[in-house]
């Protein structure tokens, strides 16, 4: 019986290990990106904004459609560039983020579904 | 009254309100007390990230329960729940938990509030709009001023952005009567101007004007130096700091008479049509229109 546990602990460490070696750093940059998400972009593309003079896009399948709402082409580098310099009535985000940070949120952003 | 004994009975309070507001939502915030007025039951706090709501910042807070406010002092550090309603345009605290009061002693005393009173003159100082031109309070005397402030790069929905949205909505109403619109001016003054410089105003203000400059004519977007700015927000009650790149700051809107003097404030609750119908209340203090829009053409 003890063995059988062992043997289990074993296969399961095992397999744990892989799993950290087979997504660890992608998944890392998700999980960062929906940190800064949460925090910043949220409260205007997840939830109600009254009174805003233009209700902030939905941006689940961001990356589905080949075009972002405004029009312009779901490309990584469009994304980075809407969250830096904004758009319209989007505020710009310019030296708030880090490189690494805007890395993060475009991975989160096309884990919407 | 010790403070640990009131949360049983605001959580009791709580579980028995919730099932009325469903709409309401709940969030977590730790940070520390830096000033508190017992007359409007309100707290500011420094506080750390609230994933959801708000990232770390400076602010005041309605406190539910004015008797949670008698207690607290300057240089606690509490946790609390937000609690907003309303399409979190209304927010609030409860749930007030002091988590350590050592920092009580060391705390500042809060700034000495300069506010001008209603009916006190506006300062005069000079500002420097979209465009790059300096202009005055004093060059709008003859019409009815609401100023209010705000950072383009400001990311929370129900400050800078919502402010801005309601200035717009004012002066597209405003367009609709053209002798209000002829008696009446706008003016959002940035509290950053390093960054919100004359052309980073303009495109701001464009995407509030549905890109037509010609709105300019009567919402001015304007910047100043640093010094000037501290002087104009102290008259009106402002506070802010930056930080990293973040600007905490309170909020505030102020109608000014046509004879440049101070009329009313708005620094937590308004509605759209309230600041318009005062807006347009000022306006109709003046008599004649400074110039008429067209010339009048004779027989």
């Known amino acids: 019986m003890i063995r059988i ?19 660890c750093s992608p998944k890392e940059s998700e999980l960062r990106g929906q940190e800064l998400f ?4 949220a409260v205007c593309h997840m939830g109600p904004t009254p009174d805003l003079k233009k209700r902030p896009p939905r941006l689940e399948k961001l990356f589905a459609l080949k075009q972002l709402p405004s029009g312009a082409p779901a490309t990584d580098t469009q994304v980075r560039k809407t969250i830096i310099e904004g758009l319209r009535t989007m505020p710009a985000f310019d030296k708030r983020l880090s490189d690494q940070g805007l890395d993060d949120l475009v991975a989160y952003l096309h884990t919407l579904k | 009254m010790n403070l640990q004994k009131l949360v049983p009975v605001v959580l009791t309070g709580v579980l028995l309100t919730t099932g009325c507001q469903s709409s309401t939502k709940r969030y977590n915030l730790r940070g520390q007390v830096l000033e508190k007025s017992i007359s409007t039951s309100e707290i500011t706090v420094k506080h750390e990230d609230i994933p959801g ?36 345009k209304d927010y609030w605290l409860e749930d007030v938990r002091i988590t350590d009061e050592s920092g009580r002693k060391s705390a500042k005393p809060a700034a000495p509030a300069h506010r001008l009173e209603v009916g006190e003159r506006v300062p005069d100082l000079p500002l420097i709009n979209q ?38 909505k004012i002066q597209n109403d405003l367009a609709k009567s053209p002798e209000d619109f002829a008696k009446t001016h706008l003016v ?51 506070e802010y ?59």
């Open chain 2, 188 to 238: 959002t003054i940035s509290f950053d101007p390093k960054y919100d410089t004359a052309p980073v105003l303009r495109k701001y203000g464009l995407a509030y004007l549905d890109n037509d400059p010609a709105g300019f004519s009567h919402w001015d977007f304007a910047s100043t130096n640093s010094g000037d700015l501290r002087k104009i927000a102290d008259a009106f009650g402002l």
């Open chain 2, 53 to 88: 709501f708000m990232p770390a910042m400076t602010m005041p807070y309605k406190v539910k329960d004015p008797a949670v406010v008698q207690e607290l002092q300057p240089g606690d550090a509490i946790a609390a729940e937000v609690v907003t309603a309303n399409n979190g």
């Open chain 2, 131 to 168: 465009d790059g031109k300096t202009f005055r309070f004093s060059d709008f005397k003859g019409k009815a001023l609401l100023v209010t402030f705000v950072y383009t790069r400001c990311p929370m929905p129900t400050f800078c952005p919502r402010l801005s949205s309601q200035f717009a």
């Open chain 1, 5 to 23: 546990m062992q043997s289990a602990c074993f296969v399961s460490a095992v397999f744990a290990f892989a799993l950290i070696l087979s997504g």
């Open chain 2, 241 to 299: 700091f930056e930080e990293d790149n973040q600007i905490s700051h309170t909020m505030d809107i102020v109608l000014i008479s046509p004879e440049g003097k101070i009329m009313k404030y708005w620094a937590t609750e308004w509605t759209t049509a309230e600041l318009e119908d005062a807006l347009r209340q000022q306006a109709k203090t003046v008599s004649t229109p400074q110039k008429p829009l067209t010339p009048r053409k004779a027989g």
């Open chain 1, 38 to 41: 949460d925090l910043h972009c």
